[in-house]
Nanobody
């Protein structure tokens, strides 16, 4: 069982930066693939970025060059550095985990956090 807790959301202005963190419980964090998803009001949840247990990454086209996903296995955390934020980045951001990278990328991972709100004002 893995529990995920997101933090770092907030209200920022266009062009600002924000860093989200996801703390995971458990002693086998390094074996899990991790991902960040987001869901805006009235829209489907979408993948933002994923990182495999080996450090390979996958990004949505809309965030490439602006967002960076990283993991710290010693601290059981995965982070999402978000730069040059736009109003269309406004959403609830969720952390996901699964031992299968493909499942994380597909949005069918076994473990999910409760989400953290990111609001970007214009």
């Amino acid at each position: 069982q893995v529990q995920l807790v997101e933090s770092g959301g907030g209200l920022v202005q266009t062009g600002d930066s924000l860093r989200l963190s996801c703390a995971a419980s458990g002693r086998t964090f390094s074996s899990y693939a991790m991902g960040w998803f987001r869901q805006a009001p009235g829209k489907q949840r979408e993948l933002v970025a994923g990182i495999s247990s080996g450090g390979g990454t996958n990004y949505a086209d809309s965030v490439k060059g602006r967002f960076t996903i990283s993991r710290d296995n010693a601290k059981n955390t995965v982070s999402l550095q978000m730069n040059s934020l736009k109003p269309e980045d406004t959403a609830v951001y969720y952390c996901a985990a699964d031992v299968r990278f493909w499942a994380v990328i597909a949005g069918t991972g076994n473990y999910w956090g409760q989400g953290t709100q990111v609001t970007v004002s214009s």
